[in-house]
C-alpha cells in the first residue's frame, strides 16, 4: 500500500513537470517581439497612389470614409444652386424700367423746362363780330404762342404770356398781338379762355373810304374769347372770337372783330 501510493505520487509529479515544459515551449513559440514590428516596412508604402486616398496624411485614410460633421441644429447650409438676391432697385429705378400705360403718363408731372406751351393756328373770318358792323373783306390766318406761366404771375392766376400775328388774305388790316391768356377747364376736357393785351395794326387810323374802318390809333387794346376741346392729351380744337379797339381814346374808334377755329397742340 505504502509503494502504490508512493508510486502513484512519482508518475503525478513526472505528469506535472511534463505538462509544464509542453506548456513552456509552446508559449515560447508565440512570443511577440515589438522591435521586429517597428522595423518592418510601412503595410501601404508599396502600393500605387490612389485618388480615393489623402496626400497630405501620412497615414493613407480613404476619403469617402471620412464622417461628416454632425449637423448644428437651427443652421442650414445654403445650397449653390439658389441663385443670389439681385439688388433692391429703388421706386425710380422700377419706374423708369416699366412699361406705363399712355393715360398714367398723362397723370405723372411732367416736367418740362421749354419756354413755350402751346401753339395755335387759326382760319378766321375778317371783320365779322357781335360788336361793330362790317367793312372790311376777306379771312385771316392766324399764328399764336403761348409761353409758360412765370411764377410771379400766380397772384393773378397764372396767366400764359402769348404773342401772336392775324394777316388778312384781302390786304386789309392786319395786325400783331401780346398779352396774357387765362384758362378755366371745367367738365371733362372742355377748356375756356379768355386773352387781354394789346395790338399793333397796318390799317386805317383815319378814312373817307367806305370799304375800311378808322381805327383811330396804331396802338389798341385787344381782347379775346375762345371756348375749345382737348383730345388726346396734348391736341386741341376751339372756337375763336377777338376783338380790337382804342376804347375812345383816340378821335375815331371803329373796332373790329374776328372769328374762328382754331388747332392747338401743348407741349
Known amino acids: 500500500m505504502v509503494i502504490g501510493k508512493t508510486?502513484?505520487?512519482?508518475?503525478?509529479?513526472?505528469g506535472a513537470?511534463?505538462?509544464?515544459?509542453?506548456?513552456?515551449?509552446?508559449?515560447?513559440?508565440?512570443?511577440?517581439?515589438?522591435?521586429?514590428?517597428?522595423?518592418?516596412?510601412?503595410?501601404?508604402?508599396?502600393?500605387?497612389?490612389?485618388?480615393?486616398?489623402?496626400?497630405?496624411?501620412?497615414?493613407?485614410?480613404?476619403?469617402?470614409?471620412?464622417?461628416a460633421p454632425a449637423r448644428i441644429p437651427g443652421f442650414t447650409?445654403?445650397?449653390?444652386?439658389?441663385?443670389?438676391?439681385?439688388?433692391?432697385?429703388?421706386?425710380?429705378?422700377?419706374?423708369?424700367?416699366?412699361?406705363?400705360?399712355?393715360?398714367a403718363i398723362a397723370a405723372l408731372p411732367q416736367k418740362?423746362?421749354?419756354?413755350?406751351?402751346?401753339?395755335?393756328?387759326?382760319?378766321?373770318?375778317?371783320?365779322?363780330?357781335?360788336?361793330?358792323?362790317?367793312?372790311?373783306?376777306?379771312?385771316?390766318g392766324n399764328f399764336e404762342i403761348l409761353f409758360r406761366s412765370p411764377s410771379w404771375l400766380q397772384k393773378i392766376w397764372s396767366p400764359r404770356?402769348?404773342?401772336?400775328?392775324?394777316?388778312?388774305?384781302?390786304?386789309?388790316?392786319?395786325?400783331a398781338y401780346a398779352g396774357l391768356t387765362w384758362e378755366w377747364r371745367f367738365w371733362k376736357n372742355w377748356f375756356i379762355d379768355f386773352s387781354l393785351g394789346g395790338s399793333?395794326?397796318?390799317?386805317?387810323?383815319?378814312?373817307?373810304?367806305?370799304d375800311r374802318k378808322e381805327l383811330g390809333c396804331r396802338l389798341l387794346f385787344r381782347e379775346s374769347f375762345e371756348l375749345g376741346y382737348i383730345f388726346k392729351e396734348r391736341h386741341s380744337i376751339t372756337g375763336f372770337l377777338d376783338h380790337i379797339s382804342n376804347a375812345n381814346i383816340c378821335d375815331a374808334n371803329e373796332g373790329l372783330e374776328n372769328f374762328g377755329i382754331r388747332y392747338g397742340y401743348r407741349f
Do not use: C, W
Open 7 to 14: 508510486l502513484r505520487k512519482y508518475v503525478a509529479l513526472i
Open 17 to 67: 513537470l511534463t505538462l509544464s515544459g509542453l506548456v513552456s515551449a509552446h508559449a515560447g513559440t508565440r512570443t511577440y517581439d515589438i522591435n521586429m514590428l517597428l522595423d518592418q516596412p510601412h503595410p501601404f508604402a508599396s502600393q500605387p497612389s490612389d485618388p480615393y486616398f489623402s496626400s497630405t496624411s501620412s497615414v493613407a485614410v480613404p476619403v469617402r470614409n471620412i464622417r
Open 77 to 103: 447650409t445654403p445650397s449653390r444652386a439658389i441663385p443670389r438676391s439681385a439688388v433692391q432697385k429703388t421706386a425710380s429705378d422700377r419706374m423708369r424700367g416699366a412699361a406705363v400705360p399712355n393715360r
Open 112 to 140: 418740362n423746362k421749354g419756354l413755350i406751351s402751346e401753339i395755335r393756328v387759326g382760319f378766321l373770318v375778317h371783320d365779322q363780330g357781335p360788336f361793330s358792323r362790317n367793312e372790311e373783306d376777306g379771312f385771316d
Open 161 to 175: 404770356p402769348h404773342i401772336g400775328l392775324s394777316v388778312n388774305s384781302s390786304g386789309d388790316t392786319s395786325q
Open 200 to 210: 399793333v395794326h397796318d390799317g386805317k387810323k383815319t378814312t373817307t373810304r367806305i
